[in-house]
């Protein structure tokens, strides 16, 4: 196991030392959704009791009578003789049963505009978009790709695509034309649903021209072209128009029926496709389909936050550009009626409280954020929430990485007013749903662990061969048993599926993360064993960095490694080796300054600007084993500040210290 001892982040390592507990208060247990007699349940129930869950959750238009069928494993498919429609139960269903003057969204702009959209009103509205994308002849099985801002028209888009069972294939909008190229052409989609542009840190930014340029670089070796872009009018900049193919949402919508028959699909007919970072540097597309995966996340978003539809006030803060995003902003909430809060801007626009007056002004209830949000607050410091009724709040959630006990603490304290459940949940884009997390009215939950699987969810951990470790051990997070909310595959590439999840080990699903178990069996998350990073709760591949430098005119080479951060969880530091005349170039200060600045800006342009490197280190060498792999253990090592440890391993031994020596 010493791999991941070597790739967990040292704040991590004193986590077994915590012996805090905090058991629900008896009111919160007396009222949760989730009980211990559901965990009872779902062991004695086994698949049975995801089947129960799909007939409690969802409304099937064609029931289902086969729960599991695991004879094309690594393949799973739940549910398979059932169909539904995603947007049917999101919408329709709660239309039908009197709940359409239900307040569905509360859009909050980042300017200080504001929505209220009811059930009734986001129906028409995903009802006219559906409309909009058959007249542009999407048809059932072709894929979407989405770039928006965090806006209502992104919900109605992602649900007008479900509805007419059109796979969606959301791209975060901080992502460069590059990243969409690449997406837009694996995919194969031919329709983009995109925007003139959206608000950020009190400025317009633009959207619309990475798509033109995405557009103009698609290989045509490799793609027919896009037939339609439809765009938002979000900001009213200025944008480049091709009447050929550019249209504005809001006329396609003016001229579309307010009513749609919905296309009900298979219950494994493709809901979504989502590019994630893995090991390597081509992003892997993460299929999901309808019927397994809208059971997991209606349950989970039901049972880990406690919802009481007809009373929360739910806010997550996540961009749909993320799996968070898709599971509990989009299809979780809506699937169970509830009433949320979408904020379109950044936490600190036109001030550090934006957040806390948002809770004050929706009295939000349950609120669903990131670590690295956390840990900004606390360096904010505790005066800016203080300055808020932060009261209506009675449960918060974490996710996208390990949460450190003290900044768990802190936003039990200052934010949940010391008294609120806080529930740290694991999962992932392959998961599709929460598989790891505290029951809020039931688990003694303990800051900085995930602690256990969530009812009817088998995880493990393990040690090199397969096997469980003991209470105490440290060893591999697996999932032992299929899921309904599991990745399909990854798009058009079965054979990558098979080789990234399930061939580590026999049978059973790698996460990629290291984790140990303490004296009462709980889990506790130490972050990836893989080249993967995690900055800001954001997947970034260390591969992807590389080859985007190593494109660079001025690049021979590049290492990247994911240093530990403060307030980030992980930040790109980059170790590269320069040509010739940009070494000599290179050679004084100011010199080197300018070539990281250009490297730094040309990592973001073609990844985007999250990906951009904290720090540049230019060095003479690398350090390699014998057969040439980069040994980042001891990059990391130099980016952390720390004694380079044992550098035996290396093909060169003295090059560690030629690094130290050339970085001073
Ligand atoms: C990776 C998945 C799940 C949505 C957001 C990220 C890390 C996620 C936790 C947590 C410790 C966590 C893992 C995982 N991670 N949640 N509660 N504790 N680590 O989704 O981009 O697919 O990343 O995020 O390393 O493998 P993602």
């Known amino acids: 196991m010493s791999n991941t001892t070597e790739n967990s982040s040292p704040a991590l390592s004193n986590l077994l030392s915590e012996a805090r507990s905090f058991p629900p208060s008896e009111e919160f247990a007396a009222q949760a959704n989730a009980t211990a007699a559901l965990a009872r349940e779902a062991d ?3 698949e049975e009791f995801w089947a129960d869950q799909a007939r409690k959750m969802l409304s099937w238009h064609t029931p289902f009578t086969q729960t599991l069928d695991w004879s094309r494993a690594p393949v799973a498919r739940w549910f398979a003789d059932g169909t539904l429609n995603a947007a049917y139960n ?22 200080g505009d504001t929505r209220t959209v009811t059930y009734d009103d986001l129906l ?27 806006l209502v028209e992104s919900v109605v888009a992602m649900l007008a695509c479900a509805r007419i069972g059109a796979p969606h294939s959301v791209v975060f909008g901080g992502f460069s034309a590059e990243a969409l190229r690449s997406r837009i052409e694996d995919a194969g989609a031919r329709v983009i649903i995109t925007a003139d542009g959206g608000y950020r840190r009190g400025a317009p930014f633009a959207l619309k021209p990475a798509v033109d340029e995405a557009i103009a670089t698609l290989n045509p070796d490799n793609h027919p072209g896009i037939s339609h872009v439809l765009v938002v009018q979000r900001t009213g900049q200025e944008v480049e128009w091709h009447d050929e193919r550019d249209l504005w949402w809001h006329e396609a919508m003016e001229s579309a029926d307010i009513r749609h028959e919905p296309t009900f699909v298979e219950a494994e007919h ?3 496709i989502l590019y994630t970072s893995g090991t390597t540097g081509r992003p892997k597309g993460i299929l999901h389909t309808t019927g397994g995966y809208l059971t997991q996340a209606a349950f989970t978003h039901w049972a880990v936050f406690d919802l009481k539809a007809e009373t ?19 299809y979780g909430p809506l699937i169970n009626g509830a009433t949320q809060v979408i904020y379109e801007g950044t936490p600190d626009t036109p001030h550090r409280g934006r957040w806390w007056e948002i809770v004050q002004k929706y009295k939000v209830s349950i609120l669903y954020t990131a670590p690295t949000a956390i840990r900004t607050y606390m360096k904010w410091g505790e005066e800016v929430p203080d300055q808020f009724d932060l009261t209506s709040l009675r449960l918060l959630g974490s996710v996208g990485e390990p949460i450190n006990p003290e900044a768990w603490m802190w936003y039990r304290r200052v934010i949940g007013g010391g008294s609120t459940p806080v529930v740290d949940t694991w999962w992932q884009t392959e ?6 997390s505290p029951l809020p009215g039931v688990t003694a939950a303990k800051p900085g662990s995930a602690q256990s699987p969530l009812p009817g969810i088998a995880v493990d951990v393990v040690d090199d061969d397969a096997n469980s470790v003991p209470a105490g051990g440290g060893g591999y997070l697996v999932v032992s048993k299929p899921w309904p909310a599991m990745l399909r595959g990854i798009w058009g590439d079965l054979d990558r599926f098979k080789e990234t999840y399930w061939s580590r080990f026999k049978n059973i699903y790698f996460a990629g993360d290291g984790a140990k178990r303490d004296d009462d069996g709980d889990i506790w998350l130490l972050g990836r064993v893989d080249d993967v990073m995690n900055v800001s709760g954001h997947r970034l591949s260390t591969t992807e960095i590389e080859s985007s430098l190593v494109a660079h005119d001025a690049v021979a080479e590049a290492a990247v490694v994911g240093a530990a951060d403060e307030t980030t969880g992980q930040a790109v530091v980059a170790f590269v080796i320069l040509r010739g005349e940009f070494a000599a170039a290179a050679q004084d200060d100011e010199g080197a300054a300018a070539i990281q600045e250009q490297l730094r800006t040309h990592v973001a342009r073609q990844i985007g600007p999250i990906a951009k490197p904290r720090r540049i280190l230019i060095v003479p060498e690398l350090p390699k084993t014998r057969s040439g792999k980069i040994m980042r253990r001891l990059l990391r090592d130099v980016a952390e500040n720390r004694t380079v440890g044992d550098a035996t391993t290396l093909a060169d031994s003295s090059v560690m210290a030629l690094i130290k020596g050339k970085l001073g």
């Open 270 to 272: 493709p809901l979504f």
């Open 312 to 330: 929360d006030v739910y806010w997550c803060t996540a961009d749909i550009g993320w799996i968070t995003g898709h599971s509990y902003v989009v």
């Open 90 to 111: 999101a919408l329709d269903r709660h239309v039908k049963a009197g709940r359409g003057k239900r307040v569905a969204i509360h859009f909050e702009g980042e300017p």
């Open 431 to 436: 998961t599709g749903a929460i598989m790891i």
């Open 124 to 150: 028409t509205e995903v009802s006219r978009a559906a409309n909009a994308l058959q007249a542009l002849g999407v048809q059932t099985g072709d894929r979407v790709i989405i770039y928006l801002p965090m």
């Open 44 to 46: 004695e129930r086994g």
